[in-house]
T-cell receptor
Framework: AQRVTQPEKLLSVFKGAPVELKCNYS??????LFWYVQYSRQRLQLLLRHISRESIKGFTADLNKGETSFHLKKPFAQEEDSAMYYCALRFPPNTGNQFYFGTGTSLTVIP | KAGVTQTPRYLIKTRGQQVTLSCSPISGHRSVSWYQQTPGQGLQFLFE???????NKGNFPGRFSGRQFSNSRSEMNVSTLELGDSALYLC???FGQGKNTGELFFGEGSRLTVL
């Protein structure tokens, strides 16, 4: 069965420190993975998708099929990065918009 | 352009009642998905509608139903409400085809409390 796991509910880092938000998935095929973010008093929105191989707001995420992981990383955390982050798997891939979301990680960047 | 609009934003019902929630997608979006968000389970997929047809369905009981109209607006209905149905119900729209990059545009949600 498809499943997304985010092991950390809360994560605190100091400004300027590296940050890594963990995401592991269960899916036997080629996954389509995304990171969504919700800033305080804002709506849930797309941060990045693995297929685009893009860096958004300094964040990157690499798909590791061997470890079935899609961790989100940023080398130098900023205060404005404080938010709730959700990892998501779209299944079936390329068919519709059915997403499996992780339970989220709340990131706090300490000034 | 206007974002996804959900109504009502807050509502309180009692057990056994039914509720209807509405979602107006972004203009041009033909896919509307619904999610239930609770502190314990996080976001769980309910169903997706595309061009008035249910395209995907999550693992929720038949008490949860939805529909989509020709203008892409969608409604979801929950009948015979239970205490456990208390949650934030999120609607998300997207193009759903062609430009279906997997980017969902979420509404602010409808917070349902069942007493």
């Amino acid at each position: 069965a498809q499943r997304v796991t985010q092991p950390e509910k809360l994560l605190s880092v100091f400004k300027g420190a590296p940050v890594e938000l963990k995401c592991n998935y269960s899916y036997s095929g080629s996954p389509e993975l995304f990171w969504y973010v919700q800033y305080s008093r804002q709506r849930l929105q797309l941060l990045l998708r693995h297929i685009s191989r893009e860096s958004i707001k300094g964040f990157t995420a690499d798909l590791n099929k061997g470890e079935t992981s899609f961790h989100l990383k940023k080398p130098f955390a900023q205060e404005e990065d404080s938010a709730m982050y959700y990892c998501a798997l779209r299944f079936p891939p390329n068919t519709g918009n059915q997403f499996y979301f992780g339970t989220g990680t709340s990131l706090t960047v300490i000034p | 352009k206007a974002g996804v609009t959900q109504t009502p934003r807050y509502l309180i019902k009692t057990r056994g009642q039914q509720v209807t929630l509405s979602c107006s997608p972004i203009s041009g979006h033909r896919s509307v998905s619904w999610y239930q968000q609770t502190p314990g389970q996080g976001l769980q997929f309910l169903f997706e509608y595309f061009s008035e047809t249910q395209r995907n369905k999550g693992n929720f009981p038949g008490r949860f139903s939805g529909r989509q109209f020709s203008n892409s607006r969608s409604e979801m209905n929950v009948s015979t409400l239970e205490l456990g149905d208390s949650a934030l119900y999120l609607c998300a729209s997207s193009f759903g085809q062609g430009k279906n990059t997997g980017e969902l545009f979420f509404g602010e949600g409808s917070r349902l409390t069942v007493l």
